[in-house]
């Protein structure tokens, strides 16, 4: 005799057997590629030992070259008399030349003041923001609380001042490099023992290079 099935019986006695049975469930796959903590510091870390190594540099260069003015003592009483022998030659720009004639030289003692203390002040600020970049990671380690606050805000107010320095000293390179009458970089058999790109060029080059880097540093963190 054929019977139909009782729905209720059977779900009577199905129901106890999925009630004691626990889920399994699966671990999700991320798929994001994490780095592993060592990769992912000395990729970040080196970046930075390399910006800070040429920040040094660079600081140190400013640092000579206003140090240098300040031992001599009697740079702003003779930057008048040296401007006035180089606008003389004729081989300057003529609005840089007119800048010069109608701002600089009436006004050089103050100039002289202002160009010295700024590339030593420059400098030297440079080379700081460098050298606590380098130990910034050791100071912010061996540091708790809130004196690692302190340094760490420190530490960002430098980077913004370096950055200004950098600006500033840039625009005293390029003018250094109108004052040599915009020599060409490019091969100059002439000068075959010495190099062909002018000082003040590469400075301002390399000044920059080092805004443009700290503007990206400060992007990249935000």
């Known amino acids: 005799m054929i019977t139909q099935p009782n729905p209720h019986i059977e779900a009577r006695s199905v129901a106890p057997d999925v009630q ?12 994001r590629l994490s780095a592993s903590p060592e990769t992912g510091a000395a990729g970040a870390q080196f970046p930075n030992i390399a910006l800070a190594g040429f920040q040094i540099l660079i600081g140190y260069e400013w640092l ?7 031992l ?9 008399k040296l401007l006035l022998g180089t606008v003389g030659g004729g081989q300057l720009p003529g609005s840089f030349a007119s800048l010069l004639r109608e701002l600089v030289i009436p006004n050089a003692v103050f100039f002289g003041y202002l160009i010295e203390w700024s590339e030593t002040l420059a400098g030297l600020g440079l080379m700081i923001a460098g050298l606590l970049a380098l130990l910034h990671p050791l100071i912010e380690r061996s540091l708790g609380g809130r004196h690692a606050t302190i340094f760490v805000s420190s530490f960002r107010l430098f980077e913004r001042l370096a950055s200004l320095a ?4 840039g625009l005293l390179g390029l003018s250094y490099f109108f004052l040599d009458g915009l020599p060409r970089p490019w091969f100059v058999p002439s000068i075959a023992f010495g190099g062909s790109i002018d000082m003040g060029l590469f400075l301002a080059e390399a000044s920059v290079v080092l805004v443009v880097s700290q503007f990206m540093q400060r992007h990249h963190r935000c």
């Open 72 to 80: 001599l003592g009697g740079f702003p009483a003779q930057l008048g």
């Open 20 to 31: 004691h049975r626990t889920p399994i469930r699966l671990p999700r796959r991320s798929h």
């Open 64 to 70: 000579l070259a206003g140090g240098d003015k300040l």
């Open 166 to 169: 950098a600006l500033g000293v």
